[in-house]
């Protein structure tokens, strides 16, 4: 009998049912969000969980759309029911679940991983979680995989572009304005720029034609991220 079902007292055939019935529930949008809730308190850190999802998502349907690419049909969706796009939003999402409370390189993204383990997660979700940090050593096969990279650190340096503009909106960044930034070393300095360009040629996509495509995918959801210029109407307010 294994650890786990001693822990739990049952049967290993009971709890390894237990951590797939575990697995499948939490493979949906609203059990990811309250997995992210749980361990992430920061306004920030959960508005950075929601704009890398919306790059991932925008990335499943220009670079799955179907194909099983990212590694899903290793499962079956009926296994694990989520479409490509759900995944591939899903990894985005908790990405960086473990961060607030565990972030130095010895613990992140190794204690979130863990814990997904323990939870029944599947291994398509945390290997490209752990393959989305250089020193883990995993590397990065898949398209999810190379997606996840390409578009963490990016998603990062648009929110703050758009928050030095005067209306602190999306609708004002475009990508000329990302890349004058990207030159400025000073300027969101903690961005790995490297990992920017890399993650784009990794994906095999052009940095100009990535940076416009996941600028549209965060000008989606610029409400509820805050950079929609309703935080620059509420600070001109008297």
């Not at 499948?24 to 749980?38: I, N, Q, V």
């Not at 997660?121 to 940090?133: G, L, Q």
């Not at 890399?198 to 549209?216: K, M, P, S, T």
Request: glycine share 8%; proline share 3%.
């Amino acid at each position: 009998m294994d650890e786990a079902a001693n822990l739990a007292g049952e049967k290993p055939n009971q709890a390894a049912n237990s951590r797939r019935t575990w697995g499948k529930s939490m493979m949906d949008r609203e059990s990811a969000w309250c997995l992210l809730t749980e361990f992430t308190q920061s306004e920030s850190l959960r508005k950075h969980a929601l704009a890398v999802e919306a790059c991932m998502r925008a990335c499943s349907r220009k670079f799955a759309a179907g194909s099983g690419n990212s590694g899903l049909s290793e499962f079956g969706s009926s296994e694990l029911g989520l479409s490509e796009e759900d995944l591939w939003g899903i990894v985005g999402l908790i990405h960086d679940f473990d961060y607030e409370k565990y972030p130095s390189l010895e613990d992140h993204p190794y204690r979130g991983n863990e814990i997904l383990k323990e939870r029944g997660c599947p291994e398509i979700i945390r290997r490209a979680i752990m393959s989305h940090a250089e020193y883990t050593g995993v590397t990065r096969d898949t398209p999810l995989e190379k997606a996840l990279f390409a578009c963490d650190e990016l998603a990062g340096f648009i929110t703050a572009v758009a928050l030095i503009k005067p209306g602190k909106s999306l609708a004002e960044v475009d990508t000329k304005s990302v890349r004058k930034r990207m030159k400025d070393k000073a300027f969101a300095r903690k961005v790995n720029r490297d990992d920017i360009v890399n993650g784009a040629a990794a994906l095999g996509v052009d940095l100009d034609e990535h940076i416009g495509f996941c600028i549209e995918a965060l000008q989606r959801i610029a409400d509820k991220l805050g950079l929609d210029g309703s935080a620059a109407k509420v600070t001109k307010s008297p």
